[in-house]
Structures are given as structure tokens and as C-alpha cells.
T-cell receptor, first 111, second 117 residues
Framework: DAKTTQPPSMDCAEGRAANLPCNHS???????VYWYRQIHSQGPQYIIH???NNETNEMASLIITEDRKSSTLILPHATLRDTAVYYC????????????FGKGTKLSVIP | GAVVSQHPSWVICKSGTSVKIECRSL??????MFWYRQFPKQSLMLMAT?????????EQGVEKDKFLINHASLTLSTLTVTSAHPEDSSFYIC?????????????FGDGTRLSIL
């Protein structure tokens, strides 16, 4: 699996958009980008994933650059409950392969 | 949606005790399940891959005789920490991908916090 690089921490004001970057410059053509988050003392929660195109669901949006070397997870209106560690993971397919977790980004949403 | 249930949520026991943790896929079949361990302020580390009907595959440095894995059905994998010691205290998490959906996300249990006194 390709390695990813994320900032260790970020702050975001409540109600504002949180933009979490991820660098995956060694990603291969058939690897997906997955985002999970882990709220304290819980198991990781799936957020969104994509291959080439931008994706949006009820939780977030995923913007993948055209060269696929980086991506940004967008939480459109951050709430205090979005405070968590966010992990960006690249994988051939999370359904078949183990996920390698890096250190992630600790997002703190501030009132 | 796909749900993975893990039991117990937390356990405290004496040193030398063996502890069994269950991981169940509630509404889907999972031929493969993964077991992770997470120490405080660290990321998840894969311990082993559990395969239904066959032996588990352990990551380097994980003792297979210490961490026994049984995947006896398509919806249940168990991790037994044998003769647990304080250094085994950790947060253990399982995950399960849905069979037949290779690019779909894995679903994680809520973890088991193990404290060995």
C-alpha cells in the first residue's frame, strides 16, 4: 500500500468547513483513497472513499487532484462531535486488503 | 448498513488470565476479518488476518501462541489473549469487509479495552 502524509493536528471553528489534506504521491493507478475517523475510545468509522472522481456523501466530500497525488477531505459544517483523529489510507480495495493506518490528523473543533 | 459487533467492550482481569474477545458481522458474511491493537496515543497496528476455515496470518512480531485466533463461521472471529500480562493491556479492534465487495469499506467494531492488573 502507498504511504500517506497528513498534518498531525488542525483546529476548526464550529460551523465552518474543515479541510483535511492528505498527500499520497506514490499512489498507484488502481489504489483507492479511503478516509476513516476515530473518536476517542471508539473503533474507526468509515467516512468516504474514491478512486479518481470527487465524491460526496452525507458526511463529507472528497476532492482528489487530477494527478491523484493528493486529496482533501471536506467536512462542510464542522460540529463539536467531529473532533476526532482522521486517517487517510490508500488501498487496492479495503474490502479485500488490510488497512495500514498512519498517525492521522487530530482535528479539534472549537466552539 | 453493515455492522460489526465486538464483545466485551472492556475487561479487567488479573495477570495470568486468558481473555476471549468476540467479533461478529451482524448482517453480512465475512470470510476475512482483521484484528488490530492500539496503544495509548498511537495508531492502529494490524496484528493478524483471520480467515474462515483456515489458520490466521500473523504480522511480524505478533506471537501466534499468545494471541489465538479462531474464525469458525462466516460471521464470527475470536481473539484469545492467553496468559495475559500487564504489557498486553491495550485497545483491541476488529474489522470485517463484506464478502464480494472488494472496494467497499471495511467496518470496524467499537473495540475492547483490556486492562491486566
Amino acid at each position: 500500500d502507498a504511504k500517506t502524509t497528513q498534518p498531525p493536528s488542525m483546529d476548526c471553528a464550529e460551523g465552518r468547513a474543515a479541510n483535511l489534506p492528505c498527500n499520497h504521491s506514490t499512489i498507484s493507478g488502481n489504489e483507492y483513497v479511503y478516509w476513516y475517523r476515530q473518536i476517542h475510545s471508539q473503533g474507526p468509522q468509515y467516512i468516504i472513499h474514491g478512486l479518481k472522481n470527487n465524491e460526496t456523501n452525507e458526511m463529507a466530500s472528497l476532492i482528489i487532484t487530477e494527478d491523484r497525488k493528493s486529496s482533501t477531505l471536506i467536512l462542510p459544517h464542522a460540529t463539536l462531535r467531529d473532533t476526532a483523529v482522521y486517517y487517510c489510507i490508500v488501498s487496492l480495495g479495503a474490502g479485500s486488503y488490510q488497512l495500514t493506518f498512519g498517525k492521522g490528523t487530530k482535528l479539534s473543533v472549537i466552539p | 448498513g453493515a455492522v460489526v459487533s465486538q464483545h466485551p467492550s472492556w475487561v479487567i482481569c488479573k495477570s495470568g488470565t486468558s481473555v476471549k474477545i468476540e467479533c461478529r458481522s451482524l448482517d453480512f458474511q465475512a470470510t476475512t476479518m482483521f484484528w488490530y491493537r492500539q496503544f495509548p496515543k498511537q495508531s492502529l497496528m494490524l496484528m493478524a488476518t483471520s480467515n474462515e476455515g483456515s489458520k490466521a496470518t500473523y504480522e511480524q512480531g505478533v506471537e501466534k501462541d499468545k494471541f489465538l485466533i479462531n474464525h469458525a463461521s462466516l460471521t464470527l472471529s475470536t481473539l484469545t489473549v492467553t496468559s495475559a500480562h500487564p504489557e498486553d493491556s491495550s485497545f483491541y479492534i476488529c474489522s470485517a469487509p463484506k464478502d464480494g465487495y472488494s472496494n467497499q469499506p471495511q467496518h470496524f467494531g467499537d473495540g475492547t479495552r483490556l486492562s491486566i492488573l
